[in-house]
């Protein structure tokens, strides 16, 4: 987006006009000041600005991304979803290999299709307990498994991104 000033926020730079989702797409890599790395991928289940995942169905799999994600990768930092409801941001510690990233993400999306609960859906230990739905996270999972050897194309075919 040449026009565009140049903004703090990497995403914002992105011309989501030309990416084709879903994809995983490595969004961000940090320096810490006593050396640690951290990086941070676009895990994008709907196409931006013309689809997008239902609230119930977004937190439903940031509960069970969450949980789940951590049983495959002590590496995981976080899985927070995207305001515009489109995918999500999962922040790893250190730098794995992409492909390792790709096997995260698929063990974890199979193990939310085996799931017979969302975790943590109670007024208890959640803000919103009743805005959950394991059949639309389930739902969402399944579609984006489906198309697991298009995760690596960010951009539409013959769409370049501009400097």
């Known amino acids: 987006m040449t026009d565009a000033p140049r903004m703090n926020v990497e995403s914002f730079n992105l011309d989501h006009r030309i990416v084709a ?24 289940f709907a196409q931006p600005n013309v689809g997008h995942l ?20 002590d590496r995981v930092i976080d899985f927070s979803p995207m305001g515009c409801q489109t995918g999500f941001y999962l ?13 995260l993400v698929e063990a974890t999306l199979t193990d939310i299709l085996g799931a017979d609960a969302v975790p943590a ?5 959640c803000g919103w307990g009743a805005n959950h739905t394991l059949a639309g996270a389930q739902e969402a999972a399944r579609a984006f498994l489906a198309k697991r050897d298009e995760w690596n194309a960010v951009f ?7 400097a």
């Open 21 to 44: 989702a879903p994809y995983v797409r490595l969004a961000d890599r940090k320096q810490l000041p006593a050396g640690d790395v951290i990086v941070k991928y676009d895990v994008r």
């Open 91 to 103: 922040i790893l510690q250190g730098e794995p290999a992409y492909d390792e990233v790709l096997g």
């Open 156 to 162: 539409a075919p013959g769409a370049e991104p501009r």
């Open 121 to 125: 859906a109670n007024e208890v230990q």
């Open 54 to 73: 239902e609230m119930p169905t977004v937190h439903s799999l940031e509960h069970l991304f969450a949980e789940k994600s951590r049983n495959h990768s």
